[in-house]
């Protein structure tokens, strides 16, 4: 399985902004679609937002224009830029793919050991 690395957490205010980035070797990033899941203490892991092969988003509705998912070709990561954060954003952030590894649609899931983002009001 693919190594994801997460990076860009931190402690801020409400109303900062952070932004995430999420790297691997390989072309994995490229070739598939990359996502961002967040989860909090007590909470299930939630998709955040999702960007597909080409360029296509989506983003959960808690952080629809807040939030933007977005590839940096040059540096082979996907970034999470996140404004306005509100204290219910303080979770730990994952990145995820999910890769198809045979015709019978096998698949294996990628996952990161998370970034930190804690917001504080």
């Known amino acids: 399985q693919a190594q994801l690395v997460e990076s860009g957490g931190d402690l801020v205010q409400a109303g900062g902004s952070l932004r995430l980035s999420c790297s691997a070797s390989?072309?994995?990033?490229?070739?598939?679609?990359v996502d961002w899941f967040r989860q909090a203490p007590g909470n299930q892991r939630e998709l955040v937002a999702r960007?597909?092969?080409?360029?296509?988003?989506h983003y959960a509705d808690s952080v629809m224009g807040r939030f933007t998912i977005s590839r940096d070709y040059t540096k082979n990561t996907v970034l999470l830029q996140m404004n306005n954060l509100k204290p219910e954003d303080s979770a730990t952030y994952y990145c995820h793919t999910r890769v198809v590894v045979n015709v019978e649609g096998a698949y294996a899931d990628n996952w990161g050991q998370g970034t930190q983002v804690t917001v504080s009001s």
């Open positions: 390989g072309r994995i990033l490229s070739r598939n679609a």
């Open positions: 960007i597909t092969t080409d360029g296509s988003t």
